[in-house]
């Protein structure tokens, strides 16, 4: 089955710039989503598309992929920002298979 | 503006049946997929399935398969997601979400039922 990976923590500095992976076979060839979830909140889309960001995302949220890596960068991160980010793309049956997740903590 | 409203907690215990649904407003229900996704305390998205409402098209996933069945009713634009025997590992907190047109990503979200099956 397919999978995807991402680390399971992230620290940055409030300004800094965060980036987190996903990785997974061929993902460069597949349509790569973000979600973001805060404590005790569903998800919510941030990217789709891999780099498109839905209205309401804000600009400091972007997104790229690949080769097999996908990557949400978070540029000047923001007290706000820290939650849990899931990648999401589809396997070759077309089931959306999410990423396992990364806690993204403002230091 | 597109809502998900999701159906509230649920406590069951095991072997119970249980139906928990999702009600969709602000657009058009029949083309669009729905999904469920569920999340077990302080642990990731897992996908379970998905049902296009226009002709009910449903797809599992292979982990879930035989275990849930998920349905659509058009007449009260709402989606389904149904256990005939539930056990205390299906306790967790179940999300719907809206696939979009190209169904490239999930773009709305309810804000999930939680289940607790006891033993």
């Known amino acids: 089955s397919y999978e995807l990976t991402q680390p399971p923590s992230v620290s940055v500095s409030p300004g800094q710039t965060a980036s987190i992976t996903c990785s997974g076979d061929?993902?460069?060839?597949?349509?790569t989503s973000w979600y973001q979830q805060k404590p005790g909140q569903s998800p919510i889309l941030l990217i789709y598309e891999d780099k498109k960001r839905p209205s309401g995302t804000p600009e400091r949220f972007s997104g790229s992929n690949f080769g097999n890596t996908a990557t949400l960068t978070i540029s000047g991160t923001q007290d706000m920002d820290e939650a849990d980010y899931y990648c999401q793309a589809w396997d070759s049956s077309l089931a959306p298979v999410f990423g396992t997740g990364t806690k993204v903590t403002v230091l | 503006e597109v809502q998900l409203v999701q159906s509230g907690a649920e406590v069951k215990k095991s072997g119970e049946s249980l139906k928990i649904s999702c009600k969709a407003s602000g657009y058009i229900f029949s083309n669009y997929w729905i999904g469920w996704v569920r999340q077990k305390p302080g642990k990731g998205l897992e996908w379970m399935g998905i049902?296009?409402?226009?002709?009910?098209?449903?797809r599992y996933s292979p982990s879930f398969q035989g275990q849930i069945t998920i349905s659509a009713d058009k007449s009260v634009i709402t989606a389904y997601l149904q256990w005939t025997s539930l056990r205390p590992s299906d306790s967790g907190i179940y999300y719907c979400?809206?696939?979009?047109?190209?169904?490239?990503?999930?773009?709305?979200w309810g804000l999930g039922t939680l289940v607790t099956v006891s033993s």
């Open positions: 061929d993902l460069g060839e597949r349509y």
């Open positions: 979400a809206r696939g979009d047109q190209e169904l490239t990503t999930f773009d709305y």
């Open positions: 049902i296009y409402p226009a002709d009910s098209d449903t």
